[in-house]
């Protein structure tokens, strides 16, 4: 493609170089430099960490033909320098934005051939984007599903490096998708993403709201500017609102949105546990399963699924509502709720024909500690117990490790005290700082570095009828330690463990 065609809707402060025919043929479209090759052009612009301007000279070395700079000096440096290279000048804070923008006229604005669903919020983006790309599949929908454990690609599983990643590499991402027959695009959207700006430009036709609570702080400092970004997936900022916008009204901030959504001009079905056009009924919970009835707008349907626990009701909700709005009918909506098997890694059960229940989840704070512990809780009767196996993340937060020993202990009957990914610290000494906080709770405990070994102390000591929660690595596929990283999947080792065990009873 070239140059000029790709360069069509940029804003520019001011141009150079060959222009003779559209200006030079455009390859690709990189801004990691490393990732430059011949005929590509780089748009170097100044990031969190590093400042892609100083990377100009290493792209034009590795074949790139073209840059697109939000500085000033670069943009009269590179004209002197590099005399054959195009060059455009951007204004300063617009380089998120113009990558959207060349990035999709790259890839044949792919955005536009898909029905984008996005979802914000603090927690249950991951799971409701699994639910609503399983009820589109239900329905015969091919999708392009964009989170933070992997990306599903036409029916195709790719690993995912960020929650949602840079524009450009999303576009390509949705590209690949339409290229394989793909109609629906199903999104999570983070709210650094938002307050980045890259997915300006992006047409959603549904936006959907889970919840607002104080995490990420850290990156937005105060509620209101957390809000503020989550608020841009509703209310035009991003070039146009929603056609429709689904809502937790039973979140605080919901009701706020809804205001704002509907006054952008998006449609508003909202949902809830007791009000709301989408709502769940009855609801009996297990271990493992769960079943309730659907209230919306156009009738009820019972609905019966893998997931459970309240928390997994209201991503049911979500995506119930979401996937009405892409124009599902109920019957498919509970046939894709009951279609999907579990979301890699949250309150994953592993089922190997053992008389307990096993689950793994990437609980890896105390308070994520406090809530599966909770959750299994509710599932255990009488005599039967949590049997909690946790580690702590090495080169990370230390002052979390005595908390997370503490809600380990408070929460279980009995604790298995392992290694997570250890890095570059030594296993021994990490379960050391969390042993202040396990001890003080009394609870029995085991300490066992290696986590195979520990899977199988804490699948051996459960009886019929307990839960054993393994903690901390989720989906994760390996483990990192000092000298080298494993392959290691919780779910696996623990199936083989199971096998082994019942091989031995039987
Ligand atoms: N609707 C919900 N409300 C509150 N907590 C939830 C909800 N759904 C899931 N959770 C909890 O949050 C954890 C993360 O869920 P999930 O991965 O779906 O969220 P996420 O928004 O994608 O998170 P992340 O920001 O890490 O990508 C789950 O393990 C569960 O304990
Ligand atoms: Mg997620």
Redesign the pocket.
């Known amino acids: 493609m070239r140059y000029e065609e790709l360069m069509s809707g940029v804003a520019v402060v001011r141009r150079a170089g060959p222009s003779e025919g559209g200006g030079p043929t455009i390859r690709g479209v990189e801004y990691d430099s490393r990732r430059v090759g011949p005929g590509s052009l780089f748009i170097a612009m100044r990031g969190g960490t590093t400042d892609g301007n100083r990377y100009i000279k290493k792209a034009v070395e590795q074949g790139a033909v073209a840059v697109v700079t939000d500085s000033d000096a670069a943009f009269a440096d590179t004209v002197e320098r590099l005399p054959d290279v195009a060059v455009a000048e951007i204004p300063v804070g617009a380089g998120r934005r113009a990558l959207g923008a060349i990035a999709s006229n790259f890839f044949g604005q792919p955005e536009r051939r898909l029905k984008l669903s996005g979802l914000t919020?603090?927690?249950?983006?991951?799971?409701?984007a699994f639910l609503l790309d399983a009820m589109l599949n239900s329905a015969n929908r091919k999708t392009v599903l964009v989170?933070?454990i992997e990306n599903h690609v036409a029916g195709v599983v790719r690993p995912a490096p960020h929650?949602t990643p840079e524009s450009r590499d999303l576009l390509e991402l949705l590209r690949d998708g339409v290229d394989a027959g793909a109609t629906e695009g199903v999104m999570?959207v983070?709210s650094h993403a938002l307050a980045q700006g890259r997915v300006h430009g992006l047409p959603y036709d549904v936006a959907i709201f889970?919840?607002l609570t104080q995490d990420h702080l850290d990156y937005h400092g105060t509620m209101e500017n957390y809000f503020a970004a989550k608020r841009a997936l509703f209310d035009g900022e991003l070039g146009a609102a929603p056609r429709v916008a689904v809502i937790n009204i039973d979140d605080r901030y919901g009701a706020e949105l809804a205001v704002i959504a509907r006054e952008a001009g998006a449609e508003i079905f909202s949902y809830g546990l007791g009000a709301g056009e989408f709502r769940a009924q009855g609801a009996e919970m297990g271990a493992s399963r769960m079943r309730f009835r659907l209230a919306a707008p156009a009738g009820e349907v019972e609905v019966q699924t893998r997931l459970t626990g309240r928390?997994?009701l209201?991503?049911l909700l979500a995506a119930a509502g979401a996937a009405y709005a892409r124009g599902l009918s109920l019957e498919q909506i509970a046939e894709g709720a009951a279609a999907l098997q579990c979301?890699p890694g949250?309150?994953q059960t592993v089922d190997a024909g053992q008389p307990f229940t096993v689950v793994v989840?990437?609980?890896h704070t105390d308070d994520?500690l406090r809530?599966?512990t909770a959750l299994a809780r509710e599932f255990v009767g009488g005599k039967s117990r949590v049997i909690t196996l946790f580690g702590c993340g090495g080169d990370r937060d230390k002052a979390k490790r005595p908390k997370m020993g503490r809600a380990a202990g408070e929460g279980s009957d009995f604790v298995v005290l392992t290694s997570d990914n250890p890095r570059s610290e030594d296993p021994e000494a990490i379960m050391r700082d969390a042993l202040p906080g396990l001890l003080e709770t009394g609870t029995k405990f085991v300490a066992e570095p290696d986590r195979a070994r520990a899977i199988r102390i804490a699948v051996e000591e459960a009886r019929p009828g307990d839960i054993v929660l393994l903690a901390g690595k989720g989906h994760e596929k390996e483990q990192v330690l000092q000298h080298g990283t494993i392959p290691f999947d919780d779910a696996e080792v623990a199936a083989d463990v199971i096998r082994a065990a019942l091989g031995v009873r039987a």
Do not use: I, P
């Open positions: 919020g603090t927690n249950g983006k991951t799971t409701t989170g933070t929650t999570e983070s889970t919840n928390v997994n209201y991503n979301v949250r309150f989840d990437y609980a994520a809530n599966l």
